[in-house]
């Protein structure tokens, strides 16, 4: 139904940015709910921020709130995460996922509510 491919993970120093993309394939990007997950070595998937159909409703974990920024641009199948002020702690594989609904002003939080995941991309933060 969709494919998702994420870019710009990397090596950064405590504090620095990182700006990650989700590319998505088909014809039906604005159809899809998107959020950013990550995991740790031996830690669950946990969420980290999503964002409605229509970009108009956001929700962030707290541990990034103030920090991180979820952006989509439905005619580029992009969905954006603006990592700022990073801390080792936020050192994981980002995943991004789409989740189809008919709503166009609502997220969610959980991973089980979520049909289709990109591949991953690594962000390392060094302290």
């Known amino acids: 139904q969709v494919q998702l491919v994420e870019f710009g993970g990397g090596l950064v120093q405590a504090g620095g940015s990182l700006r990650l993309s989700c590319v998505a394939s088909g014809r039906t990007f604005s159809s899809y709910a998107m959020g950013w997950f990550r995991q740790a070595p031996g830690k669950e998937r946990e969420f980290v921020a999503a964002i409605s159909r229509s970009g108009g409703v956001t929700n962030y974990a707290e541990s990034v709130k103030g920090r991180f920024t979820i952006a989509r641009d439905n005619a580029e199948n992009t969905v954006y995460l603006h990592l700022n002020s990073l801390k080792p702690e936020d050192t994981a594989v980002y995943y991004c996922?789409?989740?189809?609904?008919?709503?166009?002003?609502?997220?969610?939080?959980?991973?089980?509510?979520?049909?289709?995941w990109g591949q991953g991309t690594q962000v390392t933060v060094s302290s």
């Open positions: 996922a789409a989740r189809r609904t008919s709503n166009v002003g609502t997220t969610r939080t959980s991973r089980y509510e979520y049909d289709y």
